[in-house]
């Protein structure tokens, strides 16, 4: 008989735990003792960015290839992708790792989208996942894997998280990068608008990126609001659509449902650049 792991165990408790997440989210609101340790234990020092879907920028341009340890030059009329950041990530670290499956869309059940297209984790701590969830892979493969998730519509998450860290026993927190495929309908951030306001701003909108969105073109059709934003920053006020600014993340899911360019997604010219500085902060990916 097969020993059981620390992941086992983990695997175990979040899959018996993972859809009561709302309910913890909402007690540690109520309870600040109570936000304080499960802060302590798993989100504290966390820092993740949601990127965009690259299909939506605004303007959408072709662009060359970032070319690694060389200058990103961005110009006003040249914008580079968000899906450039996980490449950069990618080419520069050492260490890659690609999950058999997304927990999330397993512990939900997910029925729209790929159980099978799970976390990509990059860094020295990838090292120590068990090889039960999932295997060391190439640059070129992880390249593979991102373009994937793009193409079934997934949507990027990428930077420090404790809670992976924790339940993945990779050691400090400092040395996972975590790149995350999420659905609408399944993502743990699912959760992020009922937390306390401290631990919810860990989990951003990419650097730079926001929605503008014109109220005179919309129709009320309800697209947008149906389980399409995953932190629920969009409302219906008299059939015409209203963004919580403080509650959108920048997914661009509305941007992609809306037919009728209600919603428009911007990021600045140096968002991408940026964004790749203040990662490289979090996780050095290049250490052995």
Request: net charge neutral; glycine share 6%; hydrophobic share 40%.
């Amino acid at each position: 008989m097969s020993r059981i792991t620390f992941s086992d165990f983990s695997v175990l408790i979040i899959k018996n735990t993972f859809k009561t997440r709302f309910l913890l989210a909402k007690a540690c609101k109520k309870v600040p003792p109570l936000a304080g340790m499960v802060n302590k234990l798993f989100f504290e020092g966390d820092d993740l960015l949601v990127l965009p879907r690259d299909g939506i920028i605004n303007p959408p341009h072709k662009i060359e290839e970032i070319v690694i340890n060389k200058d990103i030059n961005v110009s006003q009329e040249d914008t580079v992708l968000p899906s450039q950041i996980l490449k950069e990530m990618i080419m520069k670290s050492k260490y890659h790792f690609i999950m058999n499956s997304c927990i999330c869309r397993v512990c939900s059940d997910c029925s729209d989208y790929p159980h099978n297209l799970g976390c990509l984790f990059l860094g020295k701590g990838s090292k120590k996942i068990s090889p039960k969830l999932g295997k060391p892979v190439t640059p070129q493969e992880a390249m593979e894997h991102v373009s994937k998730c793009q193409k079934a519509g997934l949507v990027h998450i990428v930077g420090r998280n404790k809670l992976d860290s924790f339940w993945l026993n990779t050691g400090p927190k400092e040395d996972l990068l975590t790149i995350c495929n999420c659905c609408p309908c399944c993502c743990l951030w699912k959760m992020a608008p009922d937390l306390p306001e401290n631990m919810g701003k860990s989990f951003a909108p990419m650097i730079g990126a926001r929605i503008k969105f014109n109220q005179d073109l919309c129709i009320g059709c309800g697209k947008c609001g149906d389980n399409i934003c995953f932190v629920d920053a969009i409302t219906m006020d008299n059939e015409k659509v209203v963004i919580d600014i403080e509650k959108c993340r920048c997914c661009g899911r509305c941007v992609e449902v809306c037919s009728k360019g209600v919603f428009i997604m911007e990021i600045d010219a140096d968002s991408v650049e940026n964004s790749i500085e203040h990662i490289k902060k979090l996780v050095d990916v290049e250490l052995e």
